[in-house]
T-cell receptor, first 113, second 114 residues
């Protein structure tokens, strides 16, 4: 039982390049989330999904797209990376009960030059 | 909209001293409240949560927090700090007013000195 895994762990992009971050969970969770963490700002929600085939915008969705084609995977895409997207990205998931804790992945550190 | 305020972005205590990390929330309905801990270069790990049962919540590693509705607070405490407690701590609030989405505070970095 690996929990929540994220691929890759580190990435450096040039401005304008694209990439996809993969989040996978093996807990059969319905809900999945993508956050970004920046110094002094805590974690901010980018996009989330309440089940397979669904996605919704969070607090800071601009410049990102997501897909949830399979229940266990949640992909975060950057179509044209910008230096402002330099951040640490975390994926999280939880089951269908609202009081459940979110389980976090180890994070992806992205630098855009 | 729900929000969380963590007073003090950096807190320093001596080993063996009381740890007090402050969290105040804003919510129009009774919230669910969480404390998470983040060790360097790792993801977040749940310390404890309040979900409208007992107002005094005990978590892992000797931490506890008390929900005080009158003060809209959920402060985190530990009687005696250990060097291994050095980490960043996040308070977060979720539903039912905001659904299952978590709104995080900006975090408090705890330093433990000898």
């Amino acid at each position: 039982n690996a929990g929540v895994t994220q691929t890759p762990k580190f990435r450096v992009l040039k401005t304008g390049q694209s990439m996809t971050l993969l989040c996978a969970q093996d807990m059969n969770h319905e809900y999945m989330y993508w956050y970004r963490q920046d110094p002094g700002m805590g974690l901010r929600l980018i996009h989330y999904s309440v089940g397979e085939g669904t996605t919704a915008k969070g607090e800071v969705p601009d410049g990102y797209n997501v897909s949830r084609l399979k229940k266990q995977n949640f992909l975060l895409g950057l179509e044209s990376a910008a230096p402002s997207q330099t951040s640490v990205y975390f994926c999280a998931s939880h089951g269908s009960v609202g009081t459940e804790e979110q389980y976090f992945g180890p994070g992806t550190r992205l630098t855009v030059t | 909209a729900q929000s969380v305020t963590q007073l003090g972005s950096h807190v320093s205590v001596s080993e063996g001293a009381l740890v007090l990390l402050r969290c105040n929330y804003s919510s129009s309905v009774p919230p669910y409240l969480f404390w998470y801990v983040q060790y360097p270069n790792q993801g977040l790990q749940l310390l404890l949560k309040y979900t409208s049962a007992a107002t005094l919540v005990k978590g892992i590693n000797g931490f506890e927090a008390e929900f005080k509705k009158s003060e809209t607070s959920f402060h985190l405490t530990k009687p005696s700090a250990h060097m291994s407690d050095a980490a960043e701590y996040f308070c977060a609030v979720s539903g039912p007013g905001g659904g299952n989405k978590l709104t995080f505070g900006t975090g408090t970095q705890l330093k433990v000195e000898l």
